[in-house]
Structures are given as C-alpha cells and as structure tokens.
C-alpha cells in the first residue's frame, strides 16, 4: 500500500503541476492577446488621427485656393475700376500764366541813393528837411553818446509812414530806412520831441 499510495501522490503533483503550467500558459497567452488588442486599438487610432490631420489639410487647401480666387477676382474688379475711371477722366490742360508785365517806359525806374544824416555830440541833426527821390535810402548816424530815435510823426504812435520808426538808435550806431512812397512825411525825434522836420519823397 504504501508504493501505491507514493505512487498516487507523485501522479496528483504531476497532474497539479500540469494543471498549473496549462493554466499559467492559458494567462500568458491571454495577456499577449489582450496587449495585442490594445497595440491594435492604438494603431487603428492613431490611422484615424492620420486620416482627420490629412481631411483638414485637405479642406486647408481648398479655403487657401478659394481665398486666392476672391482675392484675383477682386483684383479684377479693381483694375477694370481704374481702367474705367481714368478713361472717363478728361485731362485738365495746363494752366497758362500770364506774361509779366512790361515796365512804362514813361515811368523812371526807382532810384537807390542813400543820404546821410548825422547827428554830432550836441544833438543836433545834419539835415531836418530832406528831399529825395522815390526808392532812396536815408541813413541815420548817431555820433552823440546819448540815444536819438527819429521816427514818423504824430508822437509817440508813429503810424503816419509805416515802417519808419528806428525805434532808437544807440550812441555810436546808425540805422537806415527805404522810401517808397511818395510825399511829405513829418518826422521827429521820439527821444527830444522838440526835433522836427520833414522828408519829402519825389
């Protein structure tokens, strides 16, 4: 009995061990399936990914050209617009300038002598009553060492000839002023009131 039961033993360990292997192999087997099914699951997503990237690159596509049409068609229309406008657009002819005018040979041309007035260290001034002609310059040389200021009467304004009024001519200084119109134009000195005289344009 005891060899048959050693016997039995060694058979059910057999058997288990059996049992075991077939069962690890059944559990290897299915995980390896199951790894496979999850490779494939990837694989058929990432083909999907694939298919979606090359849809939208497709329709990127089609966008792109129908942009690029409606941009030339725009063009187009632009081009018959400004085709159309400037064959509707008359030329403006150039604008003529009239000729200069000829100077009146009655009329002597200005002149342009300058005189001198001086004023010496006792105030006093060379010339009060000038006579000169149209475009003549008079200049005003202060040699006193006080300040003189002839300038266009009334006193103090100014405002009978334009322009004429030194407004003060320094000791050792001068100042010069261009007639240009004709008449007799009072002047005076704004500094000594009393100094008068008068200068007429030819």
Known sequence: MG??????????????????????ATATSYTLKL?????DEKNRKIADLKNEINNLDKDTGALEEDNQAKDSDQQSVAENTNQNDTSNTTPTPPATQPPPPEPDPTQPPPSNNTVVVTINSAGNYSQLNITINKGDTIKWVNNDDRKHWPASNP??????????????INPGGSWSFTFNNKGTWGWHDHQFPSTTGTITVL
């Open 3 to 24: 060899f048959f039961s050693k016997q039995i033993s060694y058979k059910t360990s057999l058997l288990i061990i059996v049992v075991f292997l077939f069962l690890a």
């Open 35 to 39: 790894k496979e099914t999850r490779i």
């Open 155 to 168: 006193h103090p304004q100014h405002t009978n000839y334009p322009g004429f009024d030194s407004g003060g």
